[in-house]
């Protein structure tokens, strides 16, 4: 990135909290009851004004908010895929959860004619702000793990292969317009591999010639605020350190910063992009709860290799929670910058 950033810059991890007529537009339009030009209008709206609500909250380095994403998350992005065909979920009464989503099957080779989707999106982006700003794609061990093969592949480490080739074009597109700073997110990793040693494999084939600022986020998941998998980056570490990133995107804030310390013991090459926002639970952190969490991270990071971020994305998260959530994350490193001397 070519921008000057604050010591402890503040960034997202991508989704922003959604309006509450969000959920209205995406009925109408699934149901079919609005046109083309109706639903990019709406998601147009939406995008400025989770572009505004962090510029507002003081961010440094924004995201598009991923309000396009219908199918929440990645799951837009494979019904762009073909060989992929999307189902009704198997269970659809209870609580929603993981096991109430609908089912993508894999029939055949996959492809991706037109491409992900992304780059258009992130085009809007860079039209409407003067921010730094950071684009976010899904990584293709998170796309292979949210599919059922039945045919084309022997299993979801194959698939993830080819997931390779679409993504690497996707981030090479994206740079080719402007892009500087792009997070692959792989949440999935451990459904798949064993080890980090394996994400980095593919990791690094996927950003191969890719010239940007690169951010590897890795989470337990995040549907409807709840993980997924296993809390713990052990399986991950050293293993990962392989990948070809200049940032590794985790979340500390709602483990209690368990596994914090495990920096120390990796080394100081890399950037953390720290989660110390906790975007699952309903309390708003006060800057203060902010700052000690800095506080904590600066134990075992260097500050020039610091980022505060949220844990993941706001989308599970009312807006009226992750306003404040947000003001706080800016708030509370402001104030640790002050105690370093750096001023505001
Ligand atoms: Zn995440």
């Known amino acids: 990135m070519n921008v000057s950033l604050p010591i402890l810059p503040t960034s997202v991890v991508g989704s922003h909290a959604k309006m509450g007529w969000w959920y209205l537009v995406r009925q109408e339009a699934e149901a079919g009851r609005m046109g083309c030009r109706d639903v990019a209008e709406a998601l147009d709206t939406a995008t400025d004004v989770a572009i505004l609500d962090q510029e507002r909250a003081g961010v440094d380095v924004i995201s598009d ?11 837009t992005y494979l019904r762009r895929i073909q ?24 029939s055949g080779r996959i492809s991706a004619p037109e491409g992900l989707g992304i780059v258009e999106e ?8 003067m921010k730094p700003t950071k684009v976010t794609c899904t990584g ?14 022997r299993d979801q480490k194959e698939l993830a292969w080819d997931f390779v080739a679409i993504v690497n074009k996707e981030l090479k597109a994206l740079v080719a317009i402007g892009a500087d700073f792009i997070q692959v997110d ?7 591999h064993r080890d980090g040693k394996e994400l980095a494999e593919i990791f690094n084939a996927t950003v191969d010639g890719v010239k940007a600022k690169l ?9 409807r605020g709840r993980p997924l998998v296993k809390r713990t980056y052990r399986k991950l570490f050293p293993g990962v350190l392989e990948a070809n990133t200049d940032q590794f995107v985790l979340e500390f804030a709602n483990r209690e910063m368990a596994e914090i310390e ?3 013991e990796v080394g100081a090459k890399k950037e953390l992009g720290a989660g110390l926002v906790d975007q699952k639970s309903f309390y708003i952190e006060t800057p203060e709860d902010i700052a000690e969490r800095i506080r904590t ?3 075992y990071v260097p500050a020039e290799k610091l980022w505060i971020n949220p844990d993941c994305g706001f989308n599970p998260t009312p807006r009226w929670i992750a306003l404040p959530k947000l003001k706080s994350m800016v708030e509370g490193a402001k104030i640790v910058r002050r105690e370093l001397g750096y001023g505001v």
């Not at 060989?83 to 109430?100: R, V």
């Not at 951010?215 to 549907?223: K, R």
Request: glycine share 12%; with cysteine; hydrophobic share 35%.
């Open 297 to 299: 991270a600066l134990k």
């Open 262 to 264: 495990l920096w120390k």
């Open 122 to 129: 992130f085009k809007y982006l860079k039209e409407h702000t």
């Open 140 to 153: 293709p061990t998170t796309f292979a793990s949210g599919t059922l093969i039945k045919g084309g592949y």
């Open 215 to 223: 951010a590897m986020h890795v989470c337990f998941g995040n549907h």
């Open 186 to 192: 792989e949440p999935a990793f451990s459904e798949i």
């Open 65 to 75: 908010g991923e309000m396009r994403r219908f199918g929440a998350f990645f799951r």
């Open 83 to 106: 060989g992929i065909q999307m189902l009704p979920s198997e269970k659809s009464i209870g609580d929603p959860g993981y096991h109430t989503r609908e089912v993508y099957e894999v």
